[in-house]
């Protein structure tokens, strides 16, 4: 496909002119799905390319797109690539929710007074400092600012007190 006609197809695949973008986005959805295809699944070395390539074609009528490479495999191949990347951000943040039972660690009842006891124990354990922290921030529910004015410190260093008492806690 040469430059002008990927250039023509992408102006001619917006909502106002439905009948010619029907044409366009079929057109495209030729050209670019294999070449995306192929690229993503080679480079992330993963079977997601046809979503990539989907999402793609999905975005083409409601986003303003600039064609400023040489050619349009190339171009195809950076949007595809952008595209990947936002797909994995977007992954990552719901990456928890399909894990199975027997993945995800097992819940604790927070109202079992035996483990809200050895809490408590553990939370003692800690410094001076730290113990009295965590049990403003965590047991009597005052934020970083509020602990941060009655102990006269700054309300990041109360969180950064508070997340290295967590890690200690944890490693108990």
Known sequence: MTSERFNELLSDCKPSNL???????????RFSVPIICKFIDKRYKQNIGMD??????????????SYTVKTPTAWLRAV????????????????GAHLTAVDQPPQIDPFDKAVYLECL???????????HIV??????GYSSEEVGAQL???????????????KKLRDM
Do not use: W
């Open 80 to 95: 595809a690539d952008n595209m990947a990347k936002n797909y994995f951000k977007r992954d990552s943040r719901q990456r």
């Open 135 to 140: 049990t403003k921030c965590y047991i009597e």
């Open 19 to 29: 009948k010619k973008g029907v044409k366009a986005i079929k057109e495209l959805y």
């Open 152 to 166: 006269q410190m700054k309300s990041g260093t109360v969180r950064q007190k508070c997340a290295r008492s967590l």
């Open 121 to 131: 124990a553990n939370i003692q354990k800690l410094d001076p400092e730290s113990c």
């Open 52 to 65: 990539i390539a989907h999402d793609f074609i999905v975005a083409i009528p409601y986003r303003n797109i």
